[in-house]
């Protein structure tokens, strides 16, 4: 079956650090876009930050840049957000996705106007920044 498995999220203290991890499962991520994205209540889900795995070229949201890093494992087949100090601001359920569609990557860049251009999605974990 193909899918996305994610892991991490918890708990953490502002100007704490959290990695999540995203692996792939019944396929593997080259060539596709790898996106993460995040859902607060009541609000729309907003890509964060992105990676190109044809020529590792990534993509931040500016109010993460410079915190969080995007990263990818081949010999796991896995795709990790790094994220460090972080804020309350920060709190919701992280998503990753994936997209073979040159479209997601566009997505990413701001040419887009839905996520839904990611076809697969993993099933999300909560991030809790307290303050």
């Known amino acids: 079956e193909v899918q996305l498995v994610q892991s991490g999220g918890g708990l953490v203290q502002a100007g704490g650090s959290l990695r999540l991890s995203c692996t792939a499962s019944g396929f593997t991520f080259d060539d596709y876009t790898i996106g993460w994205f995040r859902q607060a209540p009541g609000m729309a889900r907003e890509g964060v930050s992105c990676?190109?795995?044809?020529?590792?070229?990534?993509y931040y949201k500016d109010a993460v840049k410079g915190r969080f890093t995007i990263s990818r494992d081949n010999s796991k087949n896995t795709v990790y957000l790094q994220m460090n100090n972080l804020k309350p601001e920060g709190t919701a359920v992280y998503y990753c996705?994936?997209?073979?569609?040159?479209?997601?990557?566009?997505?990413?860049?701001?040419?887009?106007?839905?996520?839904?251009?990611?076809?697969?999605w993993g099933k999300g974990t909560q991030v809790t920044v307290s303050s």
């Open positions: 996705a994936a997209d073979l569609q040159q479209e997601a990557w566009n997505y990413c860049l701001g040419y887009g106007d839905s996520p839904k251009i990611f076809r697969l």
């Open positions: 990676l190109y795995t044809t020529d590792s070229t990534s």
